[in-house]
């Protein structure tokens, strides 16, 4: 694919996310075409359906989120720091929206996409290695997974809805709380369950 056409792909993608995040999965074709200022005949010629273009807003979140994750771990100073940046970064309301959107789309809309599954599965490694390093550090709490954080950013960001009235209106807050419950200094004992080993 040529540089210029690659571009415009890249901002009819990025522009289909914006309006998804406010609109919702279904969100008229036409909304996404005028927000990334194409022809509706364009973006079909693009992506001939509903489904090509909800793929294509999925990667596209998956690999910001993966460039966002290294971002935070090439500029932190230590792998905790970077967790907690990079926490706060999916959590911000533009992308939380996005993802709560994405949400509402039946599971096998991406487990079925094998692409998907494997820019997933390269995201969840990176932040598996940096809990690990920050185990290591001793600075978050030794019986934390990657799996956690991902349970996490799920509530927070996937299911606002599930989330009681004053912690929906103030997710901030209350996912800062939650993190500084993480940190090893914080860490209270959890009964009848083993320490995850530092590796």
Request: glycine content about 6%; overall charge negative.
């Given at each position: ?67 966002a ?85 799920n ?9 009681p009235g ?34």
């Open positions: 694919m040529r540089a210029d056409a690659r571009r415009n792909l890249d901002k009819i993608v990025a522009a289909a996310a914006e309006v998804v995040a406010e609109y919702g999965v279904n969100a008229p074709m036409k909304a996404v075409a005028d927000r990334a200022g194409v022809g509706v005949g364009t973006l079909y010629r693009r992506f001939p359906d509903r489904n090509a273009l909800i793929a294509a807003i999925g990667l596209h979140y998956l690999d910001s989120i993966a460039q994750l290294a971002h935070a771990a090439g500029e932190s100073t230590d792998a905790w720091s970077a967790i907690r940046q990079f926490v706060m970064w999916v959590a911000e309301s533009g992308r939380g929206a996005l993802a709560a959107a994405l949400a509402e789309l039946p599971d096998e809309a991406f487990t079925e996409n094998a692409e998907f599954a494997a820019e997933r599965f390269r995201w969840v490694q990176q932040l598996e290695d940096l809990v690990r390093r920050a185990r290591a550090d001793g600075t978050i709490r030794p019986d934390v997974r990657g799996d956690d954080i991902v349970y996490l950013l509530v927070f960001t996937c299911h606002p809805d599930a989330l004053p912690v929906a209106d103030r997710p901030m807050k209350y996912l800062h709380y939650m993190l500084d419950g993480m940190q090893a200094a914080a860490a209270t004992p959890l009964a009848g369950q083993e320490t995850t080993a530092v590796s």
